[in-house]
Every structure is written in C-alpha cells, then in structure tokens.
C-alpha cells in the first residue's frame, strides 16, 4: 500500500497531475492505483536523487529538450530498463513517446503494463520537462 503525494518533481503539469491520478493527495492507494503510482514515480523521480541510492529510478531528465524523433529509441529503452529494474510485478508492453508541448521541451510518455501473473492491463502516463 502506498501514501499518495505530490509528484516528486515538477515536471508534472498540475492539470496532467489532477486529471490522471487516481484519489486525491493523501488517500491511500491499491492494486492497479498503486502499481500505477509506482511506475509514475519511477518515471518522474530523477537517477541519482535518491540518497544513498544515486542509481535508482530512471535517468529520463538528460533526454528532455531533445527532438523525439532522436531521442525515441533511447529513452523507450531507458523506460523499459528502468521499469524493469525497479517494479517487479508488472511487465511492460509498450512505449509511447510523443511532443506535450509546441516546442517539444516536454514529453509524454505513456507505459502500457501488465500485472504479472494475470490478464490485467493498464497504462501510465507521465509528462517529463
């Protein structure tokens, strides 16, 4: 079971944050909620800001600010690794990286996952810059 909280960085936009979030600051988190908030959490928290662990979560910030269509293989596989290392109970099937924003110093980047050991499916998205 995981507290939700703020996003760990403020790459996310407060109206991505308020819309695609399940509950509300505070509520406690289950089942896909969770795994959700996991993997969004991996994706937004930068490799190194974790004291003690400077290789944890993933190492997405050095790709913001970059054309996708140069970045799009490179940060697919950062995402899948990262993902993979850090949350072992779902697998991931797919990423999807597209411009948020006009001038592409932002990125969405939607994982789609399963739970392992199941047929359930779902996906995170998370915007970066």
Not at 26 to 50: A, F, H
Request: glycine share 4%; proline share 5%; net charge negative.
């Amino acid at each position: 079971m995981t507290i939700l909280t703020q996003p760990l960085i403020s790459a996310i936009s407060d109206e991505w944050y308020s819309f695609h979030l399940f509950g509300t600051p505070g509520d406690v988190v289950t089942n896909l909620e969770d795994l959700n908030q996991s993997i969004l959490t991996i994706l937004t928290t930068p490799q190194g800001s974790v004291p003690h662990h400077p290789d944890w979560f993933s190492d997405l910030a050095n790709l913001i600010d970059k054309p996708v269509t140069t970045v799009r293989s490179t940060l697919t596989q950062k995402v899948l690794a990262a993902i993979e290392r850090h949350e072992s109970r779902v697998t991931a099937l797919g990423v999807t990286i597209t411009p948020f924003s006009d001038d592409s110093s932002s990125l969405r980047v939607t994982v789609r996952w399963r739970v392992n050991l199941t047929e359930l499916e779902s996906e995170t998205t998370a915007v970066l810059g």
